[in-house]
Nanobody
Framework: QVQLAESGGGLVQAGGSLRLSCETS????????MGWFRQAPGKEREFVAT????????MYADSVKGRFTISRDNAKKTVYLQMNSLRPEDTAIYYC?????????????????WGQGTQVTVSS
């Protein structure tokens, strides 16, 4: 059984930073791409960032480019999202997702496994 568990969310002031973690179990972590998505109240889930299985290739949504950094530690089976210069519009539930293949993708239907989400709230 594949499981993804996010942690690291919380309340932060605008301009601050948070680091999200997502620990996985139940499959060969190093063989698959990973992604982060988010969903704000009243909005659809949107892509944030993705990283390929090796960790060398990444892709970001334009809204977070230059502020967020995705990384992974295959030995720890964990993917991270470092979020800097946070804005109130970054407020959302952040979800970790396990990809169907080794390559990066922003398409949510190409992720087979999802975590429960962690709340990030940015106050102005």
């Amino acid at each position: 059984q594949v499981q993804l568990a996010e942690s690291g969310g919380g309340l932060v002031q605008a301009g601050g930073s948070l680091r999200l973690s997502c620990e996985t179990s139940g499959r060969t972590f190093s063989a698959y791409a990973m992604g982060w998505f988010r969903q704000a109240p009243g909005k659809e889930r949107e892509f944030v960032a993705t990283i390929d299985s090796s960790g060398f290739s990444t892709m970001y949504a334009d809204s977070v480019k230059g502020r967020f950094t995705i990384s992974r530690d295959n030995a720890k089976k964990t993917v991270y999202l470092q979020m800097n210069s946070l804005r109130p519009e970054d407020t959302a539930i952040y979800y970790c997702a396990g990809g169907r293949s080794s390559v990066t993708t922003a398409r949510p239907w190409l992720y087979d496994f999802w975590g429960q989400g962690t709340q990030v709230t940015v106050s102005s």
